[in-house]
């Protein structure tokens, strides 16, 4: 499963694994385990989903391992959140465009892959949901680690949790609604082919979809 992995996932990988090397030589400790750290958890989502017989499509994985590196290893180490404004927006944007398009895959496993168990909206609203949801968890970790540990999580407070949010409906709007343009048949290229993808690659957990596939070509 490593070897099918985008050259860009083996940049990163390649990179964090040298920054360690390079932080463990000058003593730069704290380096040295964020790094690890970052490796470490941006090669987990490909381990677990081995050890439960998933395969994620190496695009998928590696907009994963992308937030991941950017969120710990850029964010936190080289202060990109704030030294560029919009880094925050990017990631925040990013991770909820996922999660949406995730809540879309999690609804067809619950059906098997029939696309026509429920209407393609209510499916779709359903997944946006989900990936507001993850989001506003977030930010009430952020708030919990703030007022526990006195970090500075929230920056700016309110402002900063509302633009989250704000950041985070328009992101899940993004995925959902890739996921209803691939329940609507339209899966090819882009997010919805990303979905495609995803499914194409794991037929055990949607059984139904050929039925469903030959239930549209009957309707057409």
Known sequence: MFREQT???????????FSMV?????????LAFVALATLVLSMAPLLVARRVSIRIPP??????????WGTIF??????FYNRYWWWD???HGGSAVGFGMIGVVLILMMFQGDRYAAPPLAMAFFAY??????GATWEVFEFSMDQAFGTNMQKSGLIDTMGDLIVDHVGAILGASAGYAYLKGQERGGLAGMINQFVERNPRLFNRLKDSRLGE???K
């Not at 050259?7 to 694994?17: D, E, G, M, N």
């Not at 390079?22 to 704290?30: K, M």
């Open 22 to 30: 390079e932080a463990l030589v000058l003593g730069r400790w704290p």
């Open 217 to 219: 070509k009957f309707r």
């Open 129 to 134: 949901c989900f990936a507001v949801s993850i």
């Open 74 to 79: 850029l964010g936190e180490v080289f202060d």
């Open 7 to 17: 050259l860009v996932t083996r940049l990163i990988w390649l990179s964090l694994l």
């Open 59 to 68: 695009g998928f994985f590696t907009a994963i391992v992308l937030f991941i």
């Open 89 to 91: 927006i990017v990631m």
